[in-house]
């Protein structure tokens, strides 16, 4: 069993930046892709960012590319998402999932993830 509990999550400025953490426990984060997903109102959930459990592939949807950057630190059983140039559209309630996998690629599919976090809110105001 893995537990996820998100942070960073708040109120800011379109332009702002923001460090959202996910920090994991009950099990090692090795041989787990990591990603973040969001949800904002009246929307499906999205995937933002994944990460392959050595960190060699990560993924990014569309809206994220140049802008979000997914990173882990397996010894801390942590990872982040770096949010850059925020946007009114990025406002969404941000989860944090973990899925296991025996090589080192990443899983797209909101499926793919046994464990899920409670989510962060992000809101960006114009």
């Known amino acids: 069993q893995v537990q996820l509990v998100e942070s960073g999550g708040q109120s800011v400025q379109a332009g702002d930046s923001l460090r959202l953490s996910c920090a994991g426990s009950g099990r090692t984060f090795n041989n787990y892709c990591m990603a973040w997903f969001r949800q904002a109102p009246g929307k499906d959930r999205e995937i933002v960012a994944a990460?392959?459990?050595?960190?060699?592939?990560?993924h990014y949807g569309d809206f994220a590319k140049g802008r979000f950057t997914i990173s882990r630190d397996n010894a801390k059983n942590t990872v982040y998402l770096q949010m850059n140039s925020l946007k009114p559209e990025d406002t969404a309630v941000y989860y944090c999932?973990?899925?296991?996998?025996?090589?080192?690629?990443?899983?797209?599919?909101?499926?793919?993830?046994?464990?899920w976090g409670q989510g962060t809110q992000v809101t960006v105001s114009s």
């Open positions: 990460i392959s459990w050595g960190g060699s592939e990560t």
């Open positions: 999932a973990a899925g296991h996998i025996a090589v080192d690629v990443v899983l797209t599919g909101p499926l793919n993830y046994e464990y």
